[in-house]
């Protein structure tokens, strides 16, 4: 498996290199928006990426976003700022997780593990297409379509399209929806997340609210229709 550090400062760069390296990834680095951008581009086989918030010529957000074009593998951002704002704008570009700086190596690598374990899940349903409004789903591929034209989805964007797949007409409360989604290393998550991913999900599913595909059930939680 090949991961993505995108960072600038040597020490953290080189650190996080060796202790990956340990663990059996392919490493590959870059410390600006620009070097990692053209990885991309070149087509690079990565598979999970580390991105650093500031950088040189910009940041990792620029970064995300040009992930996202036409991947879904893991992001999980570097940031030095630990609050709420820093944590939203990193999801709202698509990342799956973040973590603050100073952080321990064996909480990353924990972190990590944890979004490829959510990743390589699959769904319960038997019927292999699922269908939400005017998209569909495929169970077996874990590939999501509006006609013929893929929606892009993050690991924990589709894990929470499956939870409400798998529970639906059901209202669930966040708590019920967050047990679904955190497992083991679900202590470093914070819960406030939880909107943001509904947010992102309703947007790619094309939810609008005279057609709402994901109802918010007041003082409950939500409820695929």
Request: charged share 25%.
């Given at each position: ?86 944590t939203v704008m990193a999801l709202e570009q698509g990342a799956d997780d973040y973590i603050a700086k100073p952080f321990r190596i064996r909480e990353l690598l924990a972190r990590m593990k944890a979004i490829l374990r959510r ?69 470093f998550v914070n819960d406030n997340t939880l909107s943001v991913y509904v947010k992102r999900l309703r947007k790619k599913l094309g939810d609008t609210p005279e057609g709402q595909l994901i109802r918010t059930v007041r003082g ?6």
């Open positions: 498996m090949t991961v993505l550090i995108v960072e600038d400062d040597g020490i953290i760069l080189e650190g996080l290199k060796f202790a990956l390296l340990q663990e059996g990834y392919r490493v590959l680095t870059a410390s600006t928006v620009s070097e990692a951008v053209e990885m991309i581009k070149g087509r690079q086989e990565i598979d999970f990426y580390l991105l650093d918030v500031m950088l040189p010529d910009g940041d990792g957000y620029q970064v995300c976003r040009e992930i996202r074009q036409d991947s879904k593998a893991p992001i999980l951002f570097l940031t030095a700022c630990d609050d709420e704002v820093s990743t390589s899940q699959t769904a319960e349903p038997a019927a292999h297409i699922a269908t939400v409004g005017d998209n569909q789903v495929n169970l077996q591929t874990g590939r999501v379509y509006a006609g013929q034209e893929e929606i892009v989805m993050t690991a924990m964007e589709y894990k929470l399209l499956l939870i409400f797949l798998n529970h639906r007409g059901q209202t669930l409360t966040r708590n019920q929806i967050l047990e679904n989604i955190w497992d083991e290393a679900g202590e409950m939680g939500y409820r695929m229709e």
